[in-house]
């Protein structure tokens, strides 16, 4: 397999930092966070960034980091549920690498971020709903550039890295 870059995309939740440190671990390439990039750059946590700048200030960021990474060789990048949103984000990692979209029910979504405090528009008291509207947003454009497909809810951490390396490797 040639060193080329792997893109995880998916809604919040569905396991995509996890995965892709494991990933990363399996197949020897760098692994990068966009959220956790742009916590890094700004000095301030996203939570802050949601305050002071809004969301069109966060997905502004978001869209410079990705666009920015995406552009090196052979690395693992976990993106932030929403990135999906924004066109470029969308041309960057389709055209940049192997895009994979971990699908997660939502059952398995808020289980795994029942008392998950960092994510500015979870934080409600009906993140069922949210997790609904988002999933009715965002699915179409994962699908949209997505090169395959895994599903990460009820699935152990080694069978989906797994998964996604036979794929990788044609398998």
């Known amino acids: 397999m040639k060193r ?5 995309i ?14 990363a671990d399996e197949l020897k390439l760098e692994f990068f966070d966009s959220d956790q990039e742009i916590e890094a750059r700004a000095g301030a946590d996203i939570s802050w960034i949601y305050d002071v700048e809004g969301e069109q200030g966060f997905r502004s960021r978001e869209e410079r980091v990705i666009d920015e990474l995406s552009q090196r060789k052979g690395i693992i990048l976990s993106t932030g549920g929403g990135a999906i949103l924004s066109d470029l984000v969308r041309r960057c990692l389709a055209g940049r690498g192997t895009v994979v979209h971990l699908s997660v029910s939502i059952e398995d ?16 008291n009906n993140k069922r709903a949210v997790l609904e509207d988002i999933a009715l947003t965002s699915t179409p454009l994962y ?8 599903v990460s809810g009820g699935r152990g951490l080694r069978l989906v890295v797994q998964e996604i390396v036979d794929k990788l490797r044609g398998e």
């Open 109 to 124: 979504q808020l289980a795994r971020m029942e008392k998950d405090k960092r994510r500015p528009q979870l934080q409600t």
């Open 143 to 150: 699908e949209e550039i997505a090169d395959m497909t895994v």
């Open 10 to 23: 998916g809604p919040p939740g569905a396991g995509k930092t996890t995965i892709g440190k494991a990933l």
């Open 4 to 8: 080329k870059n792997i893109f995880l």
